[in-house]
């Protein structure tokens, strides 16, 4: 095997740049689409449900059940609507007009008065887990006030929980999602600018030309990645800058952390993305390989929005496998814990290893042969 | 249908199955991956690192503790006894309760009594769940170890979750990750399949050859809609058989909606795809309106959270339209009105996407 020669490689990266600037779609694509994401995200995905549409059947229509309304509607949490029967309030929540469906009986009042408990039901509408969580909660809630304001009745308060949100304490969606929505669209970006290019250079026959020069399948790789990683590294300043000015988004961590895990997982992903293209040959079939390994396993397993800790064991090894996890922990804890690098060693060794695994495969499944 | 457009078609096909790699990617991976999100994913929030500081004395306390680990939510942390705050820093606990000193049980006789919570709320859904069972640990706990006969509340507002009653997660995630899964193997096809001849120059060839333009537009699209159509038996099958997602609607009526959904999702593919010159541009592109769709399909966040100025985008998202027809139609039996205004709707999409790369397919080809 002959010796890397940087040249070589070199002289890849800028046929790799050439193309990219002649293409300014890619370009574009690559340092524009990250912002225009997470712009849009950070805006749009608000966890605190609000707003929940609250259908009501009322049969008692007494003072006392116009103030439960009340007590719902001035909680914030719903946005009440009337319905006739309990059958129709049902109705409107499976033609999904609600999500919950709130009915009091009649004799609400007297009940009430009598001191036997006036009762009433919540339906919520499992269909939507999203929501069944945070109504189921609230409701607990709203049952204390409408019963301290309606039925003057103090519960003896015997101790007081005060919780310490620590890393977020007003529990802003924007710094939890922001910095795991940048790990989840920098992965499937980089797989996407990558997954093709090998894969191109075999259907163009270009790849046959490449063979027959002294260029080594490692400088190929390395040439490759390089330009992409760049620019990858480009959008995530920009992403970092939106995230700081336009959300504000804490940054407590060092920097250079951040930066190191950005690269480290870039160079990953990037690599992960020549591999498809080498092994697959082909675009049409790289390219689904790249949105099924990168799109769905990035979002539904890295614990961008569903914790790790709650898969079942045998997912919490598994997920192990897939480098944007270990990303998405530095990701958050340099942006919001300020941790360390020796915090985060497990994560980094992690990343290492997945990044030098990706290339030494890419290289070695880099066959030289012209058969396909 | 003419003769010319099925041997069309039936080269379409050909040629996307030839490759024993598309075949899995087609028809196995779909299955893989509905089952691993399907087991994985769960919206309840378990395995709880939990730490409490407190001395012997402190029986309260240590009986939320032991309530907690007996629980299903909650495991025991590596490393008590130390700062409560570094436990969280470093990793080591999500969560640590603190008593006032003195203990907590002691406070409790004063009357003035405060318990801390400490949560790491890295991830904002968890922190907010982990809070909520505490709460409700201690107000049982409380009430078994001083035997507050606490009194009934005069208002009592009891809860019912309807369709889903033991709030199981795959029912409600399998036919969000299955809505999903189906829109990669149809838009994402049809553009990049598209596209590839374009670049790879065949598609000249295809205009001078004596067949109408609606035939290589029908040609090229048709196929997709076929294999979409195909994949759908599958995932519903998983969904049903594996994971007893209820299929309580009519199967005629999911197979329209989804009939509706594929023609969109070829129909988009079809119109990215002639604003496409290579599969780096398409492949792009793709992404750029897959990604959205996923995030406005309502499977991540509720699409009642999103600002008013931006939801409209979700109404404009075919994966919302099609997620809420899937989930109504299994878990709710499908109700007529919704139905059919969201099959309409799917289908005006359909046809006003169909309209559009007509259009743009003509122009293009000129």
Known sequence: ?372 | MNRTLIGFIKKELTQTLRDKRMRVLLFVMPVIQLTLFGVAISTEVKNIRLAAVFDSKDTVVRHIYERSINGSWFIPARGSGQDPYKLVEADEADAVLVPPPGGFTRSLGRGDAQLQLLVNATNVLQAQAIEGYLKNIIQQTLQDDLNMSQAAPPIRISTRVLFNPALETSIFMVPGTLCMIMIITTMVMANIAIVREKEMGTFEMLISAPVSRSEVIYGKTVPYVILGMSNFPLVLAVAVFIFHVPMRGSLPVIFIAAFAFVCTAVALGTLISTYCKNQQQASLAGFLFMFPMIMFSGLMFPIENIPDAIRWISYLDPLMHYMGLLRNIMLKGGETSYVVTHISILALMAVITVIASFRRFHTTLE
Request: hydrophobic share 50%; net charge positive; proline share 5%.
């Open chain 1, 1 to 372: 095997m002959n010796p890397f020669v940087w040249q070589r490689a070199a002289a890849i990266s800028r046929k790799e740049v050439f193309h990219i600037i002649r293409d300014p779609f890619t370009l574009a694509a690559a340092l524009v689409l990250p912002v225009f994401m997470v712009l849009i995200f950070g805006v749009a995905i608000e966890f605190n449900v609000k707003k929940v549409a609250l259908v009501v059947s009322d049969a008692d229509q007494t003072q006392s059940s116009r103030r439960l309304l009340d007590t719902f509607g001035s909680s914030g949490y719903f946005l009440l609507q009337h319905a006739g029967s309990p059958n129709d309030a049902i109705e409107d929540v499976t033609a999904e007009r609600a999500r919950a469906a709130l009915i009091i009986p009649p004799r609400f009042e007297k009940d009430l008065y009598a001191g036997r408990g006036a009762q009433a039901q919540i339906l919520v509408d499992g269909s939507d887990n999203s929501t069944v969580g945070p109504v189921l909660g609230y409701v607990g809630s709203i049952q204390t006030i409408a019963s301290r304001r309606i039925g003057n009745f103090n519960s003896p308060n015997t101790y007081e929980l005060r919780t310490r949100f620590l890393f977020n304490p007003e529990l802003n969606s924007r710094w939890f999602v922001i910095p795991g929505i940048t790990v989840v669209i920098m992965a499937i970006l980089s797989i996407l600018l990558t997954a093709l290019t090998v894969a191109r250079e075999w259907e163009n026959g270009s790849m046959e030309l490449l063979l027959s020069t002294p260029v080594q399948p490692l400088e190929i790789i390395v040439g490759k990645v390089a330009p992409y990683g760049a620019l990858g590294l480009i959008a995530v300043t920009f992403v970092y800058i939106i995230a700081r000015t336009v959300f504000g988004v804490p940054f407590v961590g060092n920097l250079a952390v951040f930066g190191l895990g950005c690269l480290l997982f870039l160079v990953t992903y990037l690599a992960l993305g020549l591999l498809i293209s080498v092994v697959t040959r082909k675009q049409v079939v790289a390219m689904q390989f790249a949105m099924m390994l990168g799109m769905l396993p990035t979002q539904l397993l890295s614990g961008f929005i569903f914790p790790v800790e709650s898969m079942p064991a045998f997912f919490q090894y598994f997920t192990m496998l897939l480098p944007a996890r270990w990303f998405m922990r530095i990701a958050r804890d340099t942006f919001l814990k300020g941790s360390s690098l020796l915090d985060l060693g497990g994560a980094f060794l992690a990343l290492l290893i997945f990044c030098g695994m990706m290339i030494f495969v890419a290289t070695r499944r880099f066959k030289r042969d012209l058969e396909p």
